[in-house]
């Protein structure tokens, strides 16, 4: 059965990975944040993934990064090109 908000399972398996450090969960996050559809609110799918692993420690090194991404500012659109040009 696949899961639709963890698809490959990497920040489920995030959290088995003994002595896991917080730069191999963030390269995870990236990992799972670059298999997420253009268009999708990241930042409810990050909070659905911090609700589904609310019993893993707090200090939790994926957790932490979790955390990070939902209090970090969405980043800016770009502006400007051909699109920016026609009225």
């Known amino acids: 059965m696949r899961d639709a908000l963890d698809p490959k399972g990497l920040i489920r398996e995030s959290y088995r990975i003994e002595g896991i450090g917080a730069p191999e969960c963030r390269s995870i996050f990236l990992d799972w944040a670059l298999g997420v559809p253009l268009g999708t609110d990241t930042r409810l799918l990050v909070q659905e993934l911090l609700d589904r692993h609310a019993g ?3 200090d ?6 979790l955390r990070a991404a939902l209090t970090r500012p969405a980043p800016a659109r770009r502006r400007g090109g051909a699109m920016g040009r026609r009225s």
């Open 56 to 58: 893993e420690p707090a």
């Open 60 to 65: 939790h090194p994926m957790t932490l990064t």
